[in-house]
């Protein structure tokens, strides 16, 4: 289940209408209301847009907002959001370049303080916004607006690397093929420790490393397995030692 707990912060005072939850009026998309997931998950993203409305039309210049984030599988997040002004169009190159710069320096204090996994990878998104959320719509040099989705698929691109730069010590991953960078993240284990993980986080992490999620060796067929990759080898091998064969 998922939740968004919402705190306006004014210059002097916390503003509540009611001592608890007005449960009649919660954001939530259930599955099972007429129309099934996906009318719940437009009634969702309709409502939690019309929030986000009304609380900047409320918080005052100096005020904050802080919106919390919260899902029984994964750590909680917390946005602390406040007004900006923020400029009308950024250029999609000059935005890349400065996630690019920025992004990093934010990485590398975080890995100092050992913050990994899920938490890792959601405060890079956090920074990257910071840069652009400057802007009202980012566009490319052909004139095409670009959406927040491809903008956190370049995101990812960056923090899988600089990640893999940490885990060889500052080495290039460059030639690492996709697949490799892919299973390096997961076999060293450190994105995730010992907890299972839902499928759409290791699509994201897979699509960041530029693949299609992979099947692990207990799901795959030993004469479908024909090339040369570095992990094709590992799972040929414990599927051939699995049938007690070497070749």
């Not at 994964?74 to 923020?86: A, G």
């Not at 920025?102 to 405060?123: H, T």
């Not at 730069?165 to 093929?177: A, C, D, F, M």
């Amino acid at each position: 289940m998922t939740m968004f707990l919402i705190l306006i912060f004014q210059t002097s005072s916390i503003l509540f209408m009611t001592p608890l939850t007005p449960k009649s009026k919660e954001i939530v998309a259930y599955s099972h209301q007429k129309g099934g997931f996906e009318a719940g998950k437009r009634y969702f993203e309709d409502m939690f847009k019309k929030a986000l409305k009304e609380i900047s039309r409320v918080l005052k210049p100096n005020g904050i907002a802080i919106i919390v984030y919260t899902h029984k599988s994964t750590s909680s997040i917390y946005f602390v959001c406040r007004k900006m002004e923020r400029k009308q169009i950024g250029w999609l190159n000059e935005v890349k370049e400065e996630i690019k710069n920025y992004i990093p320096e934010k990485l590398k204090s975080l890995w100092e303080e050992g913050i990994s996994g899920a938490d890792y990878f959601v405060s890079a998104i956090g920074s990257a916004v910071e840069i652009f959320g400057k802007y009202r719509k980012i566009m490319d040099y052909e004139g095409n607006e670009i959406d927040a989705v491809k903008l956190l698929d370049y995101v990812r691109e960056v923090v899988t690397e600089h990640t893999l730069r940490q885990i060889l010590h500052s080495r290039s991953s460059g030639e690492l093929s996709p697949m490799t960078r892919f299973y390096l993240l997961w076999l060293w284990r450190w994105t995730y420790g010992e907890a299972k993980v839902h499928f759409d986080e290791a699509r994201k992490l897979a699509q960041s490393s530029g693949i299609e999620i992979v099947l692990g060796p207990q799901d795959r067929r030993l004469d479908d397995i024909k090339s040369d990759e570095m992990i094709d080898v590992l799972h040929k091998s414990v599927l051939l030692w699995k049938k007690g064969r070497t070749k």
